[in-house]
């Protein structure tokens, strides 16, 4: 019998050893040591031995027991390491082996047309100037010689905020009041545009939205006169547009200028042949200009003996719709992949 147990436990670890799988692994053990197993058939036969051979070979059998465990433990340890190594292996994800090359995004149309805008003025020696997009009255109306009850209001549908005394915090409604700012900051000579986002009560149409992007100009220096402001606007003009683009001023009204004008620039479409953009004028409109009103620069304590300058601000939106040939300036916002990735 000790013979037989034996060969059961050299058989018994061979088995044990060429187990591929941990299935075939938990069959061999139920085999081996389970309730109708091997070892608990020869532990039957126990009953039927002398005390003396009973306990030799039970000690046997225990020992038998003891190695076909322990084989078992040792293979399921290898199995199980072999198996997660498997797994791991499937599951790998490699994120430096995507395939083909997808794309990385860009920066938006409006943001492009922004830096852009910046990388000329600064070219012409410009600094760029930010303010805040929450207002105070006074900035975005009464230093601009706007004071409350004038008719020129009407020029700015107002977003007011719920702060404060009533209609004393608002939205600007355009980027004017950085020039306000801009002042208060530093001394003149100042030369500096200001970029940014302004927002007026406006519904959505293809060519308004409520909230849009506009870029200030303001100069303030000894000596500048409205040569100065109309040389300016041309040499932006070509600058960014090209040499084939000129521009022209027409007499108009801002409070915070005097004298305004409205600056234009030849159709980039037509080249001022006329075409349907311009409405066959070969014009397309820009945005405002003038020289500093004397009581803007008495709002800062500036001395209008001393000091004079101009300001301009146009549409950054707009532009990039000129520019891009878009009709309709909600595409710029309603955050469309198939529109936004054609820039
Ligand atoms: N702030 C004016 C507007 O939004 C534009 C402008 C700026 C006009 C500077 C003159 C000088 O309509």
């Not at 004393?168 to 355009?174: C, E, I, N, S």
């Not at 959505?204 to 000596?223: K, N, W």
């Amino acid at each position: 019998m000790i013979d037989d147990l034996h060969d059961l436990a050299s058989a018994a670890t061979a088995r044990i050893e060429a187990a591929s799988s941990l299935d075939d692994l938990r069959a061999l053990e139920a085999d081996l040591l389970g309730k109708k197993g091997r070892l608990a058939e020869v532990k039957k036969q126990l009953g039927g031995l002398e005390p003396d051979e009973r306990r030799a070979v039970g000690q046997q059998v225990n020992d038998v027991r003891t190695t076909i465990e322990t084989a078992v433990g040792a293979k399921r340890a290898e199995l199980e390491g072999e198996a997660r190594r498997a797994r791991l292996e499937a599951e790998r994800l490699d994120l430096t082996e995507l395939g083909p090359f997808r794309g990385r995004g860009h920066l938006h149309l409006v943001t492009q047309t922004q830096e852009r805008l910046e990388d000329v003025f600064v070219g012409l020696g410009f600094t760029v100037s930010e303010g805040p997009e929450v207002e105070t009255d006074w900035y975005n109306f009464e230093a601009l010689n706007i004071p409350p009850s004038h008719p020129a209001r009407g020029m700015w549908d107002t977003l007011y905020v719920d702060a404060g005394a009533p209609q004393t915090v608002l939205l600007r409604t355009h980027t004017s009041p950085v020039q306000i700012r801009v002042m208060q900051r530093q001394e003149p000579p100042i030369y500096s545009v200001m970029p940014g986002r302004v927002y007026r009560r406006d519904t959505a149409d293809a060519s308004h939205m409520p909230v849009f992007h506009q870029i200030e100009g303001l100069v303030v220096d000894r000596g500048i006169s409205f040569a100065d402001l109309a040389g300016t606007l041309e040499a932006f003009t070509s600058a960014y547009f090209g040499g084939s683009i000129h521009s022209r001023l027409r007499p108009s009204y801002f409070p915070f200028t005097e004298p305004s004008a409205e600056y234009d620039i030849n159709c980039v479409f037509c080249e001022g042949r006329g075409c349907r953009t311009c409405g066959q004028t070969g014009w397309l409109e820009l945005g405002g200009c003038g020289m500093v009103h004397p009581n803007v620069l008495a709002a800062v304590g500036l001395d209008s003996e001393t000091w004079s300058g101009f300001a301009f601000g146009f549409g950054i939106d707009r532009l990039a719709l000129m520019r891009h040939g878009v009709d309709d300036i909600r595409e710029l916002f309603t955050n469309d992949v198939r529109f936004l990735s054609e820039f």
